[in-house]
């Protein structure tokens, strides 16, 4: 998913999710004071930015899918070690060619104005994901070449009905596959794959999912105090949830801050929870009794593009992106910079995530560094490009956050590629986390700083990103191999690991082969924690963080 924006079941064993805080049974506590059990229990937590949807069609970014994850369930959620759990299924079936998926629902799950939540919501939800009406970007992602017809009718060419999945019956949903697919069981687990309640939805019609009172929910909490423009927000338990007696918490609190001295001082108040340090106070705080770091699969990376406003860029060279992609010093900006755990970057697929079947080692271990820092290979794949290109210096845009954190980055980035390539000019162009979506989304910029976080246990979550006209490419790269390799680990060698993971090997040497992007950092979360904090797990995929089991230790 994008950030600011994890995978096959047969590997979920080698990810374990992270408990932040607590270990031991569940306690009534408040913030500060005694033991006892007609207080309130209450989090108080900083989130980075706004929400920008809440609409499961159409979110695409870290803080969607986490609040979607939080208030609502689909067949099945993600357990403490990352392994699905029962969600609205109770249980499921594949047939011997692996291609169709049998659920049976539990009849006591509601939705929070009394109705049921049934078979048909899966279908109306799923159906409008791909519909090109809706203009879901992960519904084609998701669903595109896993669920039967869906790249047919998100292209227009068979209507939704004709999508793979029906309701046999109020309790039973069908789905029928395109391939294969091992994974399927985890990516149930995702937001794209939501129930909708089809009468409220377009009741709302486009007030749907922009506030509080234009939703409904169906898990443990219900989001309220919302609407898309709000910087405070709460979690509140949805007494109307079917497994309620598992959440403990009362109501989990959030608020906006991007400056990371604010969330110190409020921290040290005691105001709010937990908080991430910024790379500056990572030091002063590292012998904190609540400082821990916390591993994440997330890579962020720059993005090149080669094609904006319809016209080739500079980036549309070879011998330019090879240049940028070796630019710029990564082991300074994560231990400098950074200083919060994130490790260098010299792939896509990142450092404990999956591995390799037929050789047992860790996928990135395994197709070594693809990308490194070499000022001086830089300087000259630099000056081809330039020759190539008829001219003796470049000016390109960067499209960066606005965070603290993200500046100080966006600025170290800029200096670097000035510094290294002489006659490169960059321009910072520093904006919120919604309007970098929307300007991605548009292909209005030259290079952005991106990042994305796994969606599901297997390679093909991050490769899939760069297929020619994919939904996420939105930089004009293309390469009929790589296409290729991913397509057949898809289709023809589906049921093949080995075979599934040597094609997942050889397209991430194309892509950097072909410099499409230029790889930064492996994701590390350095935080202060109240030990209080008890049962909140950190997903190795899908939603960060998981609040369902919550609760206030001593």
């Not at 794209?192 to 009172?213: I, M």
């Not at 290979?377 to 499209?399: H, N, Q, R, T």
């Not at 060698?493 to 080995?498: I, K, M, N, P, Q």
Request: one cysteine or more; hydrophobic letters at 35%; a negative charge.
């Amino acid at each position: 998913m994008k950030f600011k924006k994890w995978t096959w079941v047969l590997l979920l064993a080698a990810i374990v999710s992270l408990v932040l805080a607590g270990c031991g049974g569940s306690k009534d506590s408040k913030s500060g004071g005694e033991s006892k059990k007609d207080e309130e229990k209450v989090f108080h937590f900083v989130n980075g930015d706004t929400i920008p949807t809440m609409d499961s069609s159409k979110a695409t970014d870290e803080y969607a899918f986490q609040f979607l994850g939080a208030t609502m369930e689909g067949l099945y959620r993600l357990g403490e070690d990352g392994t699905p759990v029962e969600g609205i299924a109770k249980s499921h079936e594949v047939s011997d060619d692996g291609l169709t998926w049998t659920f049976h629902l539990r009849e006591n799950a509601k939705w929070s104005n009394g109705d049921p939540v049934t078979a048909h919501d899966f279908v109306y939800a799923w159906r409008r994901a791909v519909d090109p009406n809706t203009g879901s970007e992960y519904g084609p992602y998701m669903m595109n070449g896993v669920i039967k017809n869906a790249e047919e009718v998100s292209t227009g060419k068979l209507p939704v009905e004709e999508l793979g999945v029906r309701a046999e019956d109020d309790y039973t949903l069908v789905v029928e596959l395109a391939n294969p697919t091992p994974y399927f069981e985890s990516l149930t687990t995702f937001g794209t794959f939501l129930p909708l309640n089809e009468k409220f939805v377009e009741e709302k019609g486009s007030d749907y999912a922009t506030s509080s009172e234009n939703l409904l929910f169906n898990g443990p909490y219900k989001l309220e105090k919302w609407k898309s423009t709000s910087e405070k927000w709460e979690l509140v338990k949805n007494e109307d949830y079917w497994d309620a007696d598992a959440v403990q918490m009362d109501r989990i609190t959030f608020v906006v801050l991007k400056d990371t001295q604010t969330r110190v001082d409020l921290y040290e108040k005691g105001e709010v929870d937990r908080i991430d340090l910024a790379s500056s106070q990572v030091d002063v705080y590292s012998s904190h009794e609540d400082f821990t770091v916390i591993p994440d699969t997330s890579v962020f990376y720059l993005k090149m593009n080669q094609v904006r406003n319809g016209n080739k860029t500079p980036l549309a060279n070879l011998n330019i992106r090879k240049a940028i992609m070796m630019a710029f010093n990564k082991d300074d900006l994560v231990n400098e910079i950074l200083n919060n755990g994130s490790l260098v970057a010299t792939g896509l697929i990142p450092k404990d995530f999956v591995k390799v079947p037929s050789t047992g080692k860790d996928f990135r271990e395994q197709n070594g560094d693809l990308a490194v820092y070499n000022p001086d290979k830089a300087k000259e794949y630099w000056e081809k490009g330039l020759k190539e290109l008829g001219v003796d210096s470049l000016e390109l845009e960067f499209l960066g956050g606005d965070t603290d954190t993200s500046k100080v980055m966006n600025e170290y980035l800029a200096n670097q590629l000035e510094k290294n390539l002489p006659g490169l000019k960059i321009n910072l162009k520093q904006v919120p986390f919604e309007q970098r979506l929307d300007l991605d989304d548009k292909q209005d910029y030259d290079i952005e700083f991106s990042g994305w976080g796994p969606d599901y246990l297997d390679p093909y979550t991050f490769l899939s990103l760069w297929v020619t006209d994919g939904g996420n490419n939105k930089m004009g790269y293309s390469n009929p191999k790589y296409d290729q390799l991913l397509k057949d680990a898809q289709t023809t060698l589906a049921l093949d690991e080995d075979a599934r993971y040597e094609n997942f090997l050889e397209a991430e040497k194309v892509l950097f082969d072909d410099a499409a992007i230029a790889p930064v950092y492996q994701k590390g979360i350095a935080q202060l924690v109240r030990s209080k904090v008890g049962g909140v797990y950190k997903n190795p995929f899908g939603p960060t963080y998981e609040w369902k089991w919550a609760y206030v230790a001593d």
